[in-house]
């Protein structure tokens, strides 16, 4: 199957070098580019890409306010937006994820890095490769709000609750059924129940949710 991709970034040379990477995949279609958040919104809405990856500054409207247009309009149902960073200077990561990004990519990524977390994206598997998930999370997360403990994790499961631990440190399905010795089937079915229970829009969302509600704690 084709995963249609979209491409946002202010920079022309960025948004030429990606679209002509990703071209040579067989895998992957882009169906569009964007230079500011509006032409983003307006990608989204035409083409519905699987995956749009999403700058977080630049002109106009930003990739934060974009994303949560994006997913918030019903004409971009199933849009996943990636966010396009530079760790080192981009500070607002965790406020994409609270805006429904669906996970990262860093600038400097290697283009095998690149269209793996495309994929991994589009299948709905896992926020990202966990060396990237811990390193961005535990740090954007020491600067979200106060830990409240929501209404929406209340009527987990112990083993969910432990399932959504595992799925905020960024772990994949296999991963955690390799943990807690089940099946990966049985794991799939605990992470629908939680993203049900918690109405969640993705497992990023899952893992703001765990760390503003206090369930996970930032690395020290």
Do not use: W
Request: some cysteine; charged content about 25%; glycine content about 6%.
């Amino acid at each position: 199957m084709t995963i249609s991709v979209g491409i946002c970034d202010d920079q022309a040379l960025i948004r030429d070098g990606l679209r002509a990477q990703l071209g040579m995949v067989p895998d992957i279609e882009v169906v569009g580019v964007a230079a500011d958040g509006l032409q983003a919104v307006a990608l989204a809405r035409t083409h519905r890409p699987a995956v749009l990856l999403m700058d977080i500054r630049m002109p106009g409207l930003d990739g934060i306010e974009a994303t949560r247009r994006i997913c918030a309009d019903p004409q971009c149902a199933g849009v996943r937006t990636v966010i396009l960073t530079t760790f080192d200077v981009d500070e607002l990561v965790y406020a994409a994820l609270a805006a429904g990004a669906s996970g990262f990519l860093v600038k400097d990524a290697t283009p095998e890095d690149i269209v793996r977390a495309i994929r991994v994206v589009a299948a709905g598997e896992a926020l990202l490769a966990p060396t990237v998930t811990s390193r961005l999370i535990h740090e954007f997360a020491r600067r979200a709000p106060a830990p409240h403990r929501g209404e929406r994790l209340a009527t987990l499961t112990q083993r969910e609750r432990e399932i959504l631990v595992l799925v905020a440190r960024g772990m994949s399905n296999a991963e955690i059924a390799d943990a807690l010795t089940l099946s990966p089937a049985t794991v799939k079915t605990h992470v629908s129940r939680i993203l049900a229970k918690a109405d969640a829009r993705d497992r990023a969302q899952l893992v703001v949710l765990a760390y503003e509600s206090g369930l996970v704690s930032p690395a020290p």
